[in-house]
């Protein structure tokens, strides 16, 4: 039998390369994820240390909890507190950059429920980033929400402090109100075409907290669209809008009562109860959904006493 040296020399030498091949994979492997390791290894006993915000009223809620210094990036709508002007921002509300977010080098993500924020965790998650995601769209889930995030930040003290102001303020407006008459109200978060607060939503809370009765009855939407029918017959005493935006408020609500004066059969519009708002502090459910209420309790009932900031509580 003739063996062939040259083959076999050949076959041994591919051999090796194959090994070593292996070899040079696996060290490059191993110090990537070491590299990874350290990187995402969170600072100071396991507390995030580099947190980003895609929710404005996360976003409040990580200062209030006195987390400011470890935000590293937020969502472009987040502009409350001051604090939050000199921070990087990372895409908007709706539609989030994830090579702005990973750039960031973040240890925790905090995101909300819905479809565009979702994908946004999913691919951090794949790219094994941290993230928490919060269903946050009634008025119960607010407090749950704080605790947990200061569960994961290592601030449940100061958490247990903030959803008992809350409470506390919240309860306080309530029951100062349950002794005024009921007041018909119709919030509007647009005239064209002009769609109102439903009842499966956290606005609609805040009217019957606040001793209101939402004129808007059950509908599968949220925010449904309302004709001119339903208009003239829903009795509204009070017609709340919402602000499209912080710049020029009289004039809007100039806007709004000249809009609104197509309908004189409406009590509110008959009695001049149109009232613009500024949405921030009653479109974010957030820490400062107690000035909200007690905002709305004002405008529903002249007797209504403030209750002030509430920061003794």
């Known amino acids: 039998m003739t ?3 040259n083959k076999t020399k050949s076959g041994l030498f591919t051999v090796i390369l194959i090994l070593v091949a292996v070899v040079i994979a696996a060290g490059i492997y191993l110090r990537f994820s070491v590299e990874r390791t350290v990187t995402e290894e969170p600072t100071d006993q396991g507390k995030p240390e580099r947190i980003v915000s895609l929710s404005p009223n996360i976003t409040e809620i990580l200062f209030e909890l006195g987390l400011g210094e470890r935000i590293v990036a937020i969502s472009e709508d987040s502009d409350y507190p001051p604090q939050t002007q000199k921070l990087q921002k990372v895409g908007s509300f709706f539609k989030p950059s994830v090579e702005s977010i990973v750039a960031c080098n973040p240890d ?3 995101t909300l429920w819905f479809s565009q924020q979702q994908g946004i965790a999913n691919t951090l998650e794949r790219l094994d980033y941290t993230v928490l995601t919060f269903r946050l ?6 407090n749950p929400v704080i605790r947990e995030i200061g569960k994961a930040t290592g601030t449940e003290e100061a958490a247990q402090k903030l959803s008992a102001r809350i409470e506390s303020k919240l309860q306080a407006i309530n029951e100062q109100c349950r002794d005024y008459p009921k007041t018909k109200v119709l919030w509007v978060l647009q005239t064209k075409p002009i769609r109102a607060v439903g009842t499966r939503t ?3 809370e805040l009217i019957e907290l606040a001793g209101g009765q939402n004129v808007v009855g059950p509908t599968p939407q949220q925010y449904p669209q309302i004709g001119s029918e339903s208009l003239l017959t829903c009795g509204a005493e009070v017609i709340i809008q919402s602000a499209m935006s912080k710049e020029d408020l009289p004039k809007q609500q100039q806007l709004a009562e000249r809009f609104w004066g197509k309908y004189p059969e409406i009590p ?8 613009v708002i500024d949405s921030d502090t009653v479109l974010r459910l957030g820490p400062r ?3 909200g209420l007690e905002l709305i309790a004002g405008l529903l009932h002249d007797e209504y006493i403030s209750l002030g900031t509430g920061e003794e509580n």
């Open 108 to 110: 925790l993500v905090i």
């Open 3 to 5: 063996v062939n040296r």
């Open 289 to 291: 959904i107690g000035e």
């Open 137 to 142: 769209e009634e008025m119960g889930q607010l």
């Open 268 to 275: 509110a519009v008959h009695d001049k109860r149109i009232y």
């Open 202 to 204: 956290y606005m609609h």
